[in-house]
């Protein structure tokens, strides 16, 4: 079936550091692609998000690229700070009319000054 | 402020208890969503709603019972729950539930049982 792996957490970094947390899939069809974060203590929030091949997601100075050929969607920034402290959640809509929202375990980034 | 909504944000129950678990989506969405967060686990999706008919159920027991009135309104009826049932709840909505859609979660509600 389909699924979503990311890297083993905790990230540690400090403040200005490069970020890339890794991000596989395995799906039939074409899905879309979705990263989300997870800030203590409350719900999950759409960080950036990919629907097709080649596309790039970003947002808040994060991006992702879609990569059929290597069935990856990596998330990347380029200069991290404290408050970017949060769980990362990779996460795969399938294709078809299902709303089925597959999501991968969650890296945990902690950011130090 | 998600436009989805969810009350409680935490409960406590007793495993005889009975109560109910509430989601609101103010964005004009068609589809709703439950999903359990758990310590253990990934992210797991529970039912979903398409214009108010199920169209989902991952295979979850029959304590949990959802309910969906309307396309803004999402029920989790709770009842003779076991203490690993202990989890975030979490609430969502999207326009459809093909691909294209992008699915808006709620802050979620933090159910333990005792």
């Known amino acids: 079936g389909d699924s979503v792996t990311q890297m083993e957490g905790p990230v540690t970094l400090s403040e200005e550091a490069f970020l890339t947390i890794n991000c596989t899939y395995t799906a039939t069809g074409y899905p879309s692609l979705f990263w989300y974060v997870q800030y203590p203590g409350e719900g999950l929030q759409l960080l950036l998000k990919a629907t097709k091949a080649d596309d790039k997601g970003s947002n808040k100075g994060f991006e992702a690229t879609y990569r059929k050929e290597t069935t990856s969607f990596h998330l990347e920034k380029g200069s991290v700070q404290v408050s970017d402290s949060a769980v990362y959640f990779c996460?795969?809509?399938?294709?078809?009319?299902?709303?089925?929202?597959?999501f991968g375990q969650g890296t945990t980034l902690q950011v130090k000054p | 402020e998600t436009g989805v909504t969810q009350t409680p944000r935490h409960l406590v129950m007793g495993m005889t208890n009975k109560k109910s678990l509430k989601c609101e989506q103010h964005?004009?969405?068609?589809?709703m969503y439950w999903y359990k967060q758990s310590a253990k686990k990934p992210l797991e999706l529970m039912f979903v709603y398409n214009f108010k008919e199920q169209t989902e159920n991952n295979s979850v027991p029959s304590r949990f019972s959802p309910e969906c009135p309307n396309s803004s309104h999402l029920f989790l009826h709770l009842h003779t729950l076991q203490p690993e049932d202990s989890a975030l709840y979490l609430c969502a909505s999207s326009l459809g539930t093909d691909k294209g859609n992008t699915i808006y979660f709620g802050e979620g509600s933090w159910l333990t049982v005792v």
């Open positions: 964005l004009g969405h068609n589809a």
């Open positions: 996460a795969l809509l399938r294709s078809g009319n299902t709303g089925k929202l597959i």
